[in-house]
């Protein structure tokens, strides 16, 4: 008796709908559908697209492409912006940023990291500094032995007063 009451009282509901009676069973249809899909999607045991081997070959590859696509972007910041070349290549060989060294402060470890700067060079720029009271700019470098125009050009990114 009750299922008949659920019954009539849904297909008034369907009447105020105005749909005809293949519409109905469409709907009908399409839920039932959808409901044994979703259960059977609950029990259909899911595996990976790809094997160990396949995802090894596409990282390789993805990693080979990240690799030219650095090597260009490298020769282009080399030719176009030479100053910022040289820090981001001290940046790949020691795997940190290198912040500008300042010439009046810094000690003997601090300017060895500099390129192209041993511990002679860094222990000719310290007596300097101590000497002169320190430096006023940094075309000063120049006084130092062995420190000339070239030198003095590929360190400027690195250096500060």
């Known amino acids: 008796m009750k299922w008949q009451n659920i019954r ?6 369907a009447e105020k709908l105005q749909i005809t009676h293949n519409e109905r069973i469409a709907v009908v249809f399409l839920l039932f559908s959808a ?21 090894a070959h ?6 080979r492409r990240i690799e030219l696509w650095e090597q260009e972007e490298a020769e282009k910041l080399l030719r176009y912006e030479p100053d910022t070349a040289r820090i981001r290549k001290d940046v790949k060989n020691t795997g940190e940023l290198m912040e500008p060294v300042s010439v009046n402060m810094a000690g003997l470890k601090e300017l060895t990291r500099l390129p192209g700067i041993g511990p002679s060079y860094a222990q000719r720029i310290i007596d300097y500094r101590n000497e002169h009271g320190g430096f006023k700019s940094l075309d000063e470098l ?7 125009k070239k030198r003095l ?3 400027r990114p690195y250096i500060k007063l």
């Open 58 to 63: 596409i990282q390789e590859s993805i990693h």
């Open 142 to 148: 120049i006084r130092i032995k062995g420190i000339g």
């Open 153 to 155: 050009e590929s360190i």
């Open 8 to 13: 009539r009282s849904i297909f008034f509901k």
């Open 35 to 55: 409901i044994i899909l979703k259960v059977s999607l609950n029990y259909i045991e899911r595996k990976p697209l790809y094997s160990e081997e396949d995802y």
